[in-house]
């Protein structure tokens, strides 16, 4: 997390966001998890738990990419972001 590594990493995990919460967003949404990103945990698990939460939530999972997945694996994201944004068009 970029405040955590401002702080030198010594900072906590930020709180996990409580399902009712989650349950609460009626957007379409779209959910990218590093594969190697270590704050989320298993990015499989974070998945599952999106999917069960989230009512119009599209989750990927970013190969060889990390926290910063845009930097990582820059073609997928941006193939995902645009696939997700024009697909009603």
């Not at 939530?57 to 944004?85: R, S």
């Amino acid at each position: 997390m970029i405040a955590t590594a401002c702080r030198g990493g010594n900072a906590p995990p930020p709180d996990k966001i409580k399902d009712k919460i989650l349950n609460n967003i009626k957007t379409e949404t779209l959910l990218l998890l590093g594969e190697n990103d270590n704050p989320i945990g298993v990015p499989e698990k974070a998945k599952l738990r999106a999917e069960e939460c989230i009512p119009n939530v599209t989750v990927k999972i970013v190969p060889n990419a990390g926290h910063q997945m845009n930097v990582d694996n820059e073609e997928f994201v941006n193939k995902e972001l645009l696939n997700f944004l024009l697909k009603d068009e």
